[in-house]
Each structure stands twice: as structure tokens, then as C-alpha cells.
């Protein structure tokens, strides 16, 4: 039976960065993050008996090599899990540009991961579907949620306690994310060597790691209390240190472009205004900037009028995974 799930990507206002095991996608930090509803991913998963081997299609091209092995790779995971032997047709189309710093691989494996637990005929629960869908993407562990979501890193070596948990559901905090994008060229670091690379070799990593928990636990207060001032302080605070890290790594390497700065320029320059707004930056050269509605529209026009800008996306908090048959 053919199966098909709905994820949205997210945003992770305190970022996963480092793995502390790379086979089953333990993070070594806990992060934070809000579901969007603009960007998806909608997979269809059907196992079939006369397959040899899994087939993978992504936005109607027939995908062969590296990108089909990972795919493959992710649903023996699937198929130890449920004891479905057959291999799958798996027919994907991203709401999003792909490896450009948008999240797709969040809402990619959670959509993934739903579809391919149907089409096996199981169910699983939320917390089991975020535990399967981490060990394809980290980040998409906290897309199978809606609204802000916390991805605990947990403790126990099978991993059986790193999943996400809710935090504010979708309707709980209204927000506006500005996806402001520079460009949709694929990265050249993928998030994956990215991490693994600052790890081994930043001497600035051992920062990261001994204040992430401090940016966390703040963040958290600030969202309860829906203080938006501190939630925006700590979450630009928490991008700008991810990225410094990887300016110590060997080889160092960069996500920002030139058109990445001016962004983050502007953005300063709004709140010297008395318009708030923060920004954060995944890895890639885009920039989300985080607004409240009302100042949403005066954002927008300002942040338009940058050359560098080719195109805002403006998005919401979004919803968990859905199921479309
Ligand atoms: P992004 O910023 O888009 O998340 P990453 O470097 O984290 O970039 O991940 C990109 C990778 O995610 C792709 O190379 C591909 O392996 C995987 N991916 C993206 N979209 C899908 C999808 N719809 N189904 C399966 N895998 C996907
Ligand atoms: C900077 O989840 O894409 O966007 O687990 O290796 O697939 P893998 O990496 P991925 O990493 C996301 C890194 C980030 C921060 C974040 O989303 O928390
Ligand atoms: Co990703």
C-alpha cells in the first residue's frame, strides 16, 4: 500500500551542532526549534515484493548514487524496525529548495520516516517517529512537531531518550520567520561534514559546548513568558556563535556570503530604529529574521529594498506531520 506524509521544515533558534555518535545521530547538545509552515516535504513510501533494490525520486528525477544510498540506507533502519523485508518506491517532492541552508533533510526524513512506518503498517507514536526520523537528519527529529520544539539530546547510548518534545504548540505563539533568500545554490559544506569537521578540528567548539545549555535554558524562559526581546537577543547570540565556530575549524570553512552580511546588517540597522527583529542563519547563506506580526509588513519593505535580496518568504509557526492518504 502506497503511503504519503506531510513535514515541514524548521528553524532551530539554538542550533544542533556536533554529533557525539554518528551511526544512530546522538546529538552532543540539545536544541530548539520552530516548525514552519511555508516549506514542505510530501513523501510517498510503497514496499513492493519485485523491487532489488530501493528506487528514490525527488522532485520527478529519478535519483541515483549517494543521494539514493542515504535513502536506502535510512529505510534498513525502517525495515529493522518493523520487519517489512520488501524494498520501496519512494517518491518525494520538496516544498523548498534543496541542500541550501532551508532544512530540507528536516522535512524530508520526518516526511520520510512517516510515510515508510504507514506503508509498513505500523504505528508509531510521536516520540518513536522522532527517534526513527533523527537517525536520517538530525534536525528532522523536531519536525515531526509543530510550534517551538525542543530536541533533548538524552543520555542512554541506544538513543532511545534523544527525540524531540513540544514546547508551545502552533497557536501558542504567533511569530512571523522571514526566509530571505540570497541565494538557491546548493552549499558546498552539507551540514553533516560541517558539524563533523568543527568538532574534530575548532578549538572553538569547547565554547559552543560549554554555553549552549546556559542559551537553552534562557530560551526557554523567554518563550514561556513570550518575551520576544530576549527570546530574539538570545537566539541571533546563539547563530552567530555556531557559525564562529566553524571559522576555527581545519579546513576553515564559512556558510555566509557577502549578500549574508548585508542581511544581518539591515536587520541591526531595523533595531537601531525601534523595529525589532533578530536573525538567524542555518548552514547555508540564507537568512530567516524573526519578527513579530504587526512588524512583519515594515520588515518586509525594508529588507526588499537590499539588491542582494532575491526573494522573502514569509512563514509562520507550522504544523506536525500529516498524513495525505
Ligand atoms: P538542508 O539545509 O537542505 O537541510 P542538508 O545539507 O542538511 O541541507 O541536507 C541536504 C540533504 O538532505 C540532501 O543532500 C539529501 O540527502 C537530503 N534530502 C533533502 N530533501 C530530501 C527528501 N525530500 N527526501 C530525502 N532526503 C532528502
Ligand atoms: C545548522 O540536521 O541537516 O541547521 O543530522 O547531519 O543530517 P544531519 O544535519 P542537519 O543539521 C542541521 C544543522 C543546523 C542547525 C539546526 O537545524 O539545528
Ligand atoms: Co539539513
Same mark, same amino acid.
Request: proline share 0%; hydrophobic share 35%; aromatic share 4%.
Given at each position: 500500500m502506497k503511503k504519503t506524509a506531510r513535514a515541514h521544515t524548521n528553524i532551530a533558534l539554538i542550533k544542533y551542532w556536533g554529533k557525539r555518535d554518528e551511526q544512530l545521530f546522538l546529538p552532543t547538545n540539545s536544541s530548539l526549534s520552530i516548525t514552519l509552515d511555508r516549506f514542505y516535504t510530501e513523501t510517498s513510501v510503497e514496499f513492493d515484493a519485485n523491487l532489488t533494490a530501493d528506487r528514490f525520486r525527488l522532485d520527478h528525477a529519478v535519483i541515483e548514487g549517494k543521494e539514493r544510498e542515504k535513502v536506502q540506507h535510512f529505510l534498513d533502519k525502517v525495515r529493522r524496525a518493523t520487519g517489512e523485508t520488501r524494498f520501496a518506491h519512494v517518491e518525494s517532492v520538496n516544498h523548498v529548495p534543496t541542500a541550501a541552508g532551508f532544512a530540507s533533510s528536516a522535512s524530508g526524513y520526518s516526511a520520510l520516516a512517516a510515510a515508510a512506518i504507514k506503508a509498513a503498517g505500523q504505528t508509531f507514536t510521536e516520540k518513536e517517529l522522532s527517534i526513527l526520523a533523527r537517525q536520517g537528519s538530525?534536525?528532522?527529529?523536531?519536525?515531526?512537531?509543530?510550534g517551538f520544539v525542543e530536541w533533548q539530546k538524552g543520555q542512554l547510548p541506544d538513543g532511545s531518550d534523544s527525540h524531540a518534545i513540544p @514546547?508551545?504548540?502552533?497557536?501558542?505563539f504567533d511569530l512571523a520567520v522571514l526566509s530571505v533568500e540570497v541565494t538557491t545554490e546548493k552549499k558546498k559544506v552539507l551540514s553533516r561534514e560541517g558539524m563533523k569537521r568543527t568538532v574534530e578540528t575548532s578549538p572553538f567548539y569547547e565554547g559552543w559546548l560549554k554555553t549552549v545549555d546556559r542559551d537553552l535554558a534562557a530560551i526557554k524562559t523567554a518563550i514561556h513568558a513570550r518575551d520576544f526581546r530576549s527570546m530574539g537577543e538570545i537566539l541571533e547570540y546563539n547563530a552567530l556563535k555556531m557559525h564562529a565556530t566553524t571559522l576555527g575549524a581545519d579546513p576553515p570553512f564559512m556558510y555566509w556570503q557577502s549578500a549574508t552580511l548585508k542581511v544581518m546588517e539591515a536587520v541591526s540597522q531595523l533595531r537601531e530604529e525601534g523595529l525589532l527583529a533578530y536573525f538567524t542563519i542555518d548552514a547555508g547563506p540564507n537568512v530567516k529574521v524573526i519578527v513579530e506580526i504587526e512588524n512583519e509588513q515594515a520588515v518586509i519593505e525594508r529588507l526588499n529594498? @537590499?539588491?542582494?535580496?532575491s526573494e522573502i518568504y514569509p512563514c509562520r509557526v507550522g504544523p506536525g506531520i500529516t498524513y495525505l492518504d
Open positions: 538530525g534536525s528532522a527529529s523536531r519536525s515531526v512537531y509543530g @514546547i508551545l504548540n502552533q497557536d501558542e529594498q @537590499i539588491d542582494v535580496v
